[in-house]
Each structure stands twice: as C-alpha cells, then as structure tokens.
C-alpha cells in the first residue's frame, strides 16, 4: 500500500504502517521541527509543504497513491477552541484535505481517505459540521442528526462508504485518555 500524509507532523502513520510494508509516497508538513524530523528519518520522501499550495500537478507526478491520511488541525472543532468549526482558518483546511484526496483518486487511483480528528467535530456548529465532513467524504447532502452523531456510524453516498468511530489511546497501550 502507498500512502500520502498530510498534516505529517513527525509522522505517526508511518510508524504504525511500516511495519505492514505500506510505504509513504509523499509528506505534507510546514512546521520546522516535524520537518527537520521527517528529512532526518525519510529523506526518499518528498515533503510538498503546506496542504494550500499542493497541486494537481505536483500530485499527479506521485504516481499510484491508495490510501490519504491526514487529521486537520483540530483547533476549531475542539469544545477547548472557539468553536468555529469548519468556517475556521486552521479547522477549514480539511476542505484542503478532501481537494488532494479527489486529486489522488482521479490521477493516482486512491481508494481509501483517514480523517482524524477530535469529538468535538460532531458538535461543532450544532452537528452540521461533521455533516459537512462525512457528505464530503460519501458524497451525499446529510444534515446533522436530531440527537447529534453517535461515536460511530456509518454513510453511504456516490464517493463510496464513510465509516467512523471514537477510539481513545487508552486502549492501544498509552498511558492517557485521548479520544480520537
């Protein structure tokens, strides 16, 4: 499987899928310390910066992609934040994150699309926001459901199956709670 990271920060997917073989096509990281991390440990991989200057060229050039990865910045959607949801400068770059992946599928045939984000994605903006996500994503209007998201669910719509459920790090042998 080849992926490209967006949002890379040092680059925790592919320290959980190099040991399945899968193997990083491209990074997408602005931040200078992630950079000097990533440039240190894959210097094979291209880093394209920030996810607003990524084109479809730059894309097309990566050759066959299956799976994007990314969790946009969470600071809006967090019930922490201010709450302004997807109208957010740093919450907002998921749209960012949707453009590259239809980039990815129609130039490199990518399949798959991981979003990561916090809870707070579906309250945001009474639930719409996370309605906005999860049509993006299936391709289908939804509007948020009368007694909000549930922590997993599922949708169908012309892009294909979005699933999605809270997982917390707890669980995975980390010694905090941090639901994802």
Same mark, same amino acid.
Not at 36 to 43: K, R
Not at 174 to 180: D, G, H, I, T, W
């Given at each position: 499987m080849k992926y490209m990271s967006l949002f890379s920060g040092i680059e925790a997917a592919t320290v959980a899928w190099h040991p399945l073989g899968w193997e990083p096509v491209a990074f997408a990281e602005i931040e200078p310390f992630p950079c %000097?991390?990533?440039?240190?440990?894959?210097?094979a991989v291209p880093n394209l910066g920030s996810v607003t200057?990524?084109?479809?060229?730059?894309?097309?050039?990566?050759?066959?992609i299956d799976v994007v990865v990314g969790g946009s910045p969470c600071q809006d959607l967090s019930l922490a934040g201010k709450r302004h949801g997807l109208a957010g400068e740093r919450s907002g770059l998921f749209h960012e994150q949707i453009r590259i992946f239809n980039a990815a599928r129609n130039f490199c045939g990518a399949r798959w699309l991981v979003w990561e984000n916090v809870p707070g994605a579906f309250? %945001?903006?009474q639930g719409r926001d996370f309605a906005v996500v999860v049509g993006e994503m299936a391709g289908c209007d939804l509007d948020a459901p009368e007694k909000g998201w549930g922590t997993e669910g599922v949708a169908l719509g012309n892009n294909g199956l979005v699933e999605w459920c809270v997982l917390d790090a707890q669980w995975f042998g980390?010694?905090?709670?941090?639901?994802?």
């Open positions: %000097s991390v990533l440039e240190h440990h894959y210097p200057g990524i084109t479809t060229e730059q894309i097309a050039a990566l050759g066959r309250s %945001s903006n980390v010694a905090q709670r941090r639901r994802r």
